[in-house]
């Protein structure tokens, strides 16, 4: 790294997390599984890396460093943190560039979707699992569940649930899938999962062609129909196929049908949904002939299967705090008000309208940050017409150690 170089991170997931040494830093997360480490960066060094756009040469970030701390920053500094996060795979570069490619072949030669957070986000003992999923999610569910729908149609035709890891989305995960093995049809032998991408996408959509492995086997795919709808896209639909291998959201889906469908012969189509563009300028999907191709080629498949299908979306709502950027934690009066807030998007989303869904949510992205607009909306779009929703749980998960919230919801269809 030269003093002429342009520094550039690459997209990764940042947080930021109390440090008992700089009271707060801030962590680089890769979400595309190039590397397994985390950057922790202090208070002390944000000016720098916060320069690292790949605009400025080191001597040009050194001396606006400088000014803004207002003493002298030495490009030495720079130079060394460039060349720590380069090695550590952070920085766009050769180095990183050439490590994707192997991540990248690699994933695509191999034959099913590793289990990639089992040991961390839940266990990787089956049997332990098993008794975690019944005892501590199912159990709960069964004896603090709302309301079944009174009139209509009560086979369920599709379902939100949290992707929030299942140790602190018990609740959450236990009311959507007793739900599901209460209420899915008996024919239903197709699951089309669409998840949250965290890391960034280059087109609207992701699809997988892997069965996703699960300590308690493999949750297979439905090669037929994920060629049928590949084939519909004007895009490549694979292009952003490698962000599946880290990314939790169907994972987790994967991990909780797998025990609750048992022995029944199903299938899996993994969705990632970005539309990252959409949200960041603020426009209608529905007007997008791109998103709207491969939700096109869903909407058929619906159509044709019927009671074969159910829609899941593994999707969190806000994500507020510390942690994720606010000055201070939510008080009492706050959290109330986010509540009110995803309550009123669930509302839109239960009615079935999911362009008010969307333009409700993107009303106040920065703020609450509701992670799981994109698959909840691609749900909504290709739902059978008519379904309509229940809130079965609402949860906001509060950090216990500085205050942060993630929001979630389970929430059933049926038509």
């Not at 959507?176 to 960034?200: K, M």
């Not at 829609?311 to 939510?330: E, I």
């Not at 309550?343 to 009615?351: E, G, I, K, N, P």
């Amino acid at each position: 790294m030269s003093a002429d170089a342009r520094p550039r991170l690459r997209p990764v997931e940042t947080i930021v997390v109390p440090d008992p040494e700089h009271g707060r830093v801030l962590v680089l997360r890769d979400t595309q599984g190039v590397t397994s480490a985390n950057a922790c960066i202090p208070p002390a060094l944000f000016p720098i890396v916060s320069r690292f756009t790949g605009q400025l040469t080191c001597t040009e970030i050194a001396r606006a460093a400088s000014r803004e701390v207002g003493q002298e920053v030495p490009i030495s500094l720079v130079l060394r943190l460039a060349k720590e996060l380069e090695e550590a795979l952070f920085l766009d570069g050769p180095l990183y560039q050439a490590a994707l490619e192997k991540v990248r072949a690699d994933f695509r030669s191999a034959k099913v979707r590793p289990a990639s957070h089992a040991g961390g986000a839940y266990s990787a003992s089956p049997t332990e699992l098993i008794t975690y999923i019944d005892e501590r999610c199912l159990a709960q569910a069964v004896t603090t569940a709302p309301v079944e729908p009174s009139t209509g149609d009560t086979t369920l035709t599709g379902l939100i649930a949290p992707h929030i890891d299942p140790w602190r989305g018990a609740t959450g995960y236990g009311h959507a899938y007793a739900t599901l093995r209460r209420q899915i049809a008996p024919e239903a032998d197709t699951f089309i999962v669409f998840g949250t991408s965290h890391a960034p996408m280059h087109e609207p959509f992701a699809l997988c062609r892997k069965g996703f492995d699960t300590p308690l086997g493999t949750m297979e795919a439905d090669l037929d129909a994920i060629d049928r709808i590949a084939a519909k896209c004007p895009y490549d639909p694979y292009t952003d196929e490698l962000n599946h291998q880290r990314e939790h959201s169907i994972e987790f889906q994967a991990v909780f049908l797998k025990h609750v469908l048992g022995d029944r012969p199903a299938r899996i189509i993994p969705i990632l949904a970005g539309l990252g563009e959409q949200q960041a300028h603020g426009t209608d999907p529905a007007k997008d002939t791109r998103a709207q191709a491969l939700l096109d080629a869903v909407r058929e498949l619906v159509s044709e299967r019927g009671r074969r299908v159910v829609l899941v979306a593994g999707a969190d709502l806000a994500h507020v705090g510390p942690r994720f950027g606010d000055r201070q934690p939510f008080d009492a009066t706050q959290r109330q008000a986010l509540e009110k807030k995803d309550l009123r998007s669930l509302a839109l989303a239960t009615a079935g309208d999911s362009a008010g869904f969307w333009r409700h949510v993107l009303n106040d992205i920065d703020a609450r940050r509701v992670c799981g607009l994109a698959p909840i909306y691609a749900m909504l779009e290709t739902q059978k017409p008519g379904s309509k929703g229940l809130v079965m749980h609402y949860e906001q998960t509060i950090d216990a150690e500085e205050g942060s919230i993630v929001s979630h919801a389970a929430v059933a269809f049926h038509g």
